[in-house]
């Protein structure tokens, strides 16, 4: 019996016929996560052999494997914008239809370019993040009898570095990321908090790796006590990824700990890209109903992967203390609207990611703080502080955050700060390594000036000149700015000489990328936007509400190419 899916109009249905007779080909290119590609394969091949049709036109799938990352950069190229930590896009071919390892990938995606829109999204395979660790490691900590946690892990990290750890940047792989999450919810808040959330960053980074096949590489070969002591022992994983380098059968296997809680699972979403046509929607949607077969469960339990609601098919390698069916698994449906499990959203992740490239990724900023008179408007949500102190303490927490590779100036400005200067240079750009006490004394000092006004205009485009002047290769070069009302300087400059003046200065040899911070409900997001719209990268981050400053702080050290 051959399966036909029927189009009309924008309805689909399937009819079983008595032959599988079809003319024509519809090609329909599959871009699957590399690890579930060779099931999706498989599938296809028994899918199409089968008579697959629309409107008694035959269906012909290819599918590649190619690393999500890949190809959430070649999206994010096509839509103007990239992503952090994934650099310039290769020259990859967009798909009809994209299977990704996770939905935070689409989540990053729209939250960077809003115009991406691919529809259905719903899971075709799961896979629970573990924590990898070296077998004789786990059964020192007292797995597999023991229920471990995240804070385990945590304290294991930063006590005494009793114990290295690993990770693939999560920048570029979504275990990593779920990883970072995790690691991040169990440090807490506050200042103690924060202390041990940098603690376990700075640990991971060094024992980081771009590519997950570099870092199962750092694990040891053997059991000799030299050989697990200079290599690492924990690392945020996928099952499968354990799954796959047990099935090799090394001489020091790897335990999969699914710690508490567990984090959202890799829910491998079926994303049907907006350029498809309705014909190839209409095959694509086919070959998914296809995928969603019992058959296909077990094609997924042949390369280490579950059924989107987290049990396995036959012949499934499941690790010792796998449960059956995994809490951290995503609904069959994860839709395509950017919406997570466990209530992830694109803002904890690029939180998250701001907190790791602040680490690791290396920066050149001039922070330029507003510190005209509304700066002292008491915020009733942060004990009644007021704006500069709040803007302060997220500064100060940033700091805290950056690695030395880091080179960090800083500015203040409102009107006649320096003679008929709106701004004034209080510590040039400098590095970390030499000028981290002289920085923090610099922002513990910021004062409101009474009666000040808003010498935005001025301030904006003298802050780009000179972080372009001295702007240096290898680092990503910002002004970061932050402002909590609209260009008052009857002196300045007006609003079209600004952005006539950032626009001739646009060099792509040489790219400054312009971030405005908007603080309260007083600044107008038109005339920020404007401004940052003129430079060749940047974007507009605003908190209404000032006491939420530090997590949109860390919004926007994690963009890259912008909110807007």
């Known amino acids: 019996m051959a399966i036909v899916v029927v189009l009309a109009g924008t309805w689909l249905g399937y009819q079983k016929l008595a032959d599988n007779s079809c003319s024509g080909q519809i090609k329909l290119s599959v871009a699957a996560a590399t690890e579930i590609a060779p099931a999706v394969e498989r599938a296809a091949?028994?899918?199409?052999?089968?008579?697959?049709?629309?409107?008694?036109?035959?269906?012909?799938?290819?599918?590649?494997?190619?690393?999500?990352?890949?190809?959430?950069?070649?999206?994010?190229?096509?839509?103007?914008?990239?992503?952090?930590?994934l650099g310039a896009a290769s020259k990859t071919a967009l798909p009809d239809v994209w299977i990704a390892d996770s939905n935070t990938w689409l989540m990053r995606l729209r939250s960077e370019a809003s115009g991406f829109s691919p529809t259905d999204g719903k899971s075709v395979a799961t896979s629970p993040v573990v924590v990898a660790m070296p077998k004789k490691i786990a059964e020192g900590i007292g797995w597999p009898t023991r229920k471990l946690g995240w804070n385990d892990l945590l304290k294991k990290m930063t006590t005494g570095n009793s114990l290295r750890t690993g990770i693939v940047e999560p920048t570029r792989d979504a275990a990593g990321l779920a990883g970072l999450l995790a690691l991040g919810s169990a440090a807490g808040g506050g200042l103690e908090g924060k202390a041990r959330q940098v603690g376990a960053l700075r640990a991971l980074a060094a024992g980081s790796s771009s590519l997950r096949e570099d870092l199962l590489q750092k694990f040891p070969r053997s059991d000799d006590p030299a050989d697990l002591a200079g290599s690492i022992g924990a690392a945020p994983l996928s099952e499968e990824d354990v799954v796959a380098y047990n099935a090799d059968n090394p001489t020091v296997p790897l335990a999969a700990l699914y710690l508490d809680p567990q984090p959202p699972s890799l829910d491998y979403p079926y994303l049907v890209m907006p350029e498809a046509d309705l014909t190839k929607s209409a095959a694509a949607t086919g070959l998914r109903e296809a995928l969603q077969q019992t058959s296909f469960k077990n094609e997924l339990a042949k390369v280490g992967l579950r059924a989107p609601d987290g049990t396995w098919g036959a012949g499934f390698a499941a690790p010792t203390g796998a449960p059956e069916a995994t809490p951290g698994a995503t609904a069959p449906t994860t839709g395509t609207q950017g919406a997570g499990a466990a209530g992830l959203d694109a803002g904890s992740i690029n939180r998250a990611l701001g907190?790791?490239?602040?680490?690791?990724?290396?920066?050149?900023?001039?922070?330029?703080?507003?510190?005209?008179?509304?700066?002292?408007?008491?915020?009733?949500?942060?004990?009644?502080?007021?704006?500069?102190?709040?803007?302060?303490?997220?500064?100060?927490?940033?700091?805290?955050?950056?690695?030395?590779?880091?080179?960090?100036?800083?500015?203040?400005?409102?009107?006649?700060?320096?003679?008929?200067?709106?701004?004034?240079?209080?510590?040039?750009?400098?590095?970390?390594?030499?000028?981290?006490?002289?920085?923090?004394?610099?922002?513990?000092?910021?004062?409101?000036?009474?009666?000040?006004?808003?010498?935005?205009?001025?301030?904006?485009?003298?802050?780009?000149?000179?972080?372009?002047?001295?702007?240096?290769?290898?680092?990503?070069?910002?002004?970061?700015?932050?402002?909590?009302?609209?260009?008052?300087?009857?002196?300045?400059?007006?609003?079209?000489?600004?952005?006539?003046?950032?626009?001739?200065?646009?060099?792509?040899?040489?790219?400054?990328?312009?971030?405005?911070?908007?603080?309260?409900?007083?600044?107008?997001?038109?005339?920020l936007e404007a401004i940052t719209a003129a430079t060749s990268a940047g974007g507009v981050f605003i908190a209404p509400d000032p006491a939420k400053i530090s997590d949109i702080f860390l919004e926007a050290i994690s963009s890259r190419s912008g909110a807007r």
């Open 355 to 527: 907190s790791w490239a602040a680490i690791t990724l290396p920066g050149r900023v001039l922070a330029v703080f507003d510190v005209s008179g509304s700066m002292k408007t008491k915020v009733p949500t942060a004990g009644n502080i007021d704006r500069a102190a709040v803007t302060r303490a997220a500064a100060l927490q940033g700091l805290t955050l950056f690695d030395d590779k880091w080179e960090v100036g800083t500015w203040v400005f409102s009107t006649n700060m320096d003679g008929d200067k709106p701004y004034k240079e209080i510590v040039p750009i400098t590095p970390l390594t030499s000028g981290r006490a002289k920085l923090q004394a610099s922002v513990s000092s910021i004062t409101p000036k009474d009666g000040g006004n808003t010498g935005l205009y001025d301030t904006a485009l003298a802050a780009y000149k000179s972080v372009q002047q001295g702007w240096v290769p290898g680092r990503v070069n910002t002004v970061l700015l932050f402002t909590d009302g609209k260009n008052e300087n009857a002196d300045g400059i007006s609003r079209a000489t600004l952005i006539s003046e950032l626009k001739k200065l646009n060099d792509p040899t040489k790219p400054v990328r312009m971030v405005i911070v908007g603080i309260g409900t007083g600044v107008d997001a038109g005339e």
């Open 45 to 85: 091949q028994q899918w199409t052999t089968g008579g697959a049709q629309v409107n008694g036109t035959c269906v012909a799938v290819t599918v590649t494997g190619v690393a999500s990352g890949t190809m959430a950069s070649a999206i994010a190229s096509k839509h103007g914008v990239t992503l952090t930590g």
